[in-house]
T-cell receptor, first 112, second 116 residues
Framework: GQQLNQSPQSMFIQEGEDVSMNCTSS?????WLWYKQEPGEGPVLLIA?????ELTSNGRLTAQFGITRKDSFLNISASIPSDVGIYFC????????????FGEGTQLTVNP | NAGVTQTPKFQVLKTGQSMTLQCAQD?????MSWYRQDPGMGLRLIHY???????DQGEVPNGYNVSRSTTEDFPLRLLSAAPSQTSVYFC???????????????FGDGTRLSIL
């Protein structure tokens, strides 16, 4: 099946710092999605990307669809305590129809 | 605004028992899917459906059955539970496939299942 490598696995930062995480795939993807999951809840979509090179923002979050179509990045600026959670990348490969593949997640901890 | 509703929220089973995890959405979404989430492994697709009467296998379908008799409901059945099926199960829906157009995939809050 498709492989997605998400890094880092975990991050411990101070409030106000910027955060960057990324995902790389073994295949060409035509869709990249970024989700956030808080304890006891399902993932919530943050940003969706559909074109190579696309750069999209959602408040303090910015994500980019890599030019090679095999990677994507999520940046969080000026982190706050409520940014705590697990961030997942997900993507749809050209050969996988409508099926999504998820990364393993990045656990973010923000210290006040 | 119920969105995607999963029941039960928690369940403990004995090995060999069967059960059905319920998933219902009230957004008239065509696409529904089931994932399992295990520590360090992200979410893995079990089965999915692109519309009523149509289902297909995902990445880890063995041990699970699904059916889609209505647009709203997409139950997941464990025929003979095994300890390896201990996991958190999420149901999701979207108007089209998860990468189609700008339609976000909505997740339920999950069912935490333990098999003893």
């Amino acid at each position: 099946g498709q492989q997605l490598n998400q890094s880092p696995q975990s991050m411990f930062i101070q409030e106000g710092e910027d955060v960057s995480m990324n995902c790389t795939s073994s295949s060409i993807f035509n869709t990249w999605l970024w989700y956030k999951q808080e304890p006891g809840e399902g993932p919530v979509l943050l940003i969706a990307l559909y074109k190579a090179g696309e750069l999209t923002s959602n408040g303090r979050l910015t994500a980019q669809f890599g030019i090679t179509r095999k990677d994507s990045f999520l940046n969080i600026s000026a982190s706050i305590p409520s940014d705590v959670g697990i961030y997942f990348c997900a993507g749809r490969a050209e050969t996988s129809g409508s099926r999504l593949t998820f990364g393993e997640g990045t656990q973010l901890t923000v210290n006040p | 605004n119920a969105g995607v509703t999963q029941t039960p929220k928690f369940q403990v089973l004995k090995t060999g028992q069967s059960m059905t995890l319920q998933c219902a959405q009230d957004m008239n979404h065509e696409y529904m899917s089931w994932y399992r989430q295990d520590p360090g492994m992200g979410l893995r697709l079990i089965h999915y459906s692109v519309g009523a009467g149509i289902t297909d296998q995902g990445e880890v379908p063995n041990g699970y059955n699904v059916s889609r008799s209505t647009t709203e409901d997409f139950p997941l059945r464990l025929l003979s539970a095994a300890p390896s099926q201990t996991s958190v199960y999420f149901c999701a829906s979207s108007r089209t496939g998860p990468g189609g157009g700008n339609q976000p995939q909505h997740f339920g809050d999950g069912t935490r299942l333990s098999i003893l």
